[in-house]
């Protein structure tokens, strides 16, 4: 494991993962896809979505039904999740504890992206409304990229729209096949416990490992440190 400096020399960028790292929306998309298979009589251990988080709708569904037995077109249960997703968030735009301030401190010393495996739609309407969007340099949804996440083209393309080599960009991810696919592009991966276990995160192969406060009592502060060194400060002014 990674110490917190060694993950932050010569560091230019920082990528956020937007369900379970900016907003608490992971249990809504869970819900939301109960409700599309329970409409047809299908019940899906808990496991199977434990073990999609991250990754894209059509990604699970495909699953879900190829190994549950559903017939259903898979455009229409992810419409039909989108639209139970939607119905559920309402006003249920809950960002993470500590996430905004977060950002504010990166987006202060560094160029700030968003990379999700979330719809266009979906990033608009659960994102868009809390007005982080000024901190934010690029972004890439699933609409962007022919491989998602697990794949590294998701953090190979956001690294490549704010300009700045994947070495050199910090990753704060909550998910295996987000973990899996920043490592993969190169990046250097802080992994929240808003979903997994540190085991887990750990062996997918997070640099650190951060204990949330939906994981832990003591309520620990992340020991990340985002001011640029004097070293990174002129590396980051040469990829602003």
């Excluded at 894209?56 to 997703?85: N, P, W």
């Excluded at 994947?166 to 979903?195: F, M, Q």
Aim: hydrophobic share 40%; with cysteine; aromatic share 6%.
């Amino acid at each position: 494991m990674a110490t917190s400096n060694a993950l932050t020399d010569e560091l230019a960028a920082v990528i956020f993962d937007l369900d379970g790292v900016l907003i608490d929306s992971e249990p809504i998309h869970a819900e939301a896809k109960r409700r599309v298979f329970a409409e047809r009589g299908i019940e899906v251990p808990e496991r199977v979505y434990d073990a999609f988080k991250g990754q894209t709708d059509e990604q699970v569904l495909r699953h879900v039904a190829e190994h549950y037995g559903s017939d259903a077109r898979v455009e229409d249960l992810i419409a039909e999740k989108r639209e139970a997703f939607w119905d559920l968030l309402g006003d249920r735009r809950v960002p993470m504890e500590g996430a905004k301030g977060f950002v504010q401190a990166a987006a202060a010393h560094y160029p700030v992206a968003l990379c999700t495996s979330a719809s266009p739609a979906t990033r608009e309407l659960a994102f868009d409304p809390l007005g982080w969007n000024e901190h934010f340099s690029a972004s890439v949804t699933a609409a962007d990229v022919e491989h998602p996440k697990p794949d590294p083209e998701p953090y190979q393309l956001t690294a490549e729209r704010l300009g700045v080599p994947p070495a050199h960009c910090l990753v704060v991810e909550d998910s295996l096949s987000g973990v899996r696919s920043a490592c993969a592009a190169g990046g250097r991966v802080a992994a929240l416990t808003t979903s997994m276990e540190r085991d887990e995160l750990e062996a997918a192969g997070a640099h650190v490992v951060v204990e949330t406060r939906r994981k832990t009592r003591e309520g620990r502060r992340s020991p990340l440190r985002l001011e640029p060194t004097p070293e990174n400060r002129h590396d980051h002014a040469r990829h602003a």
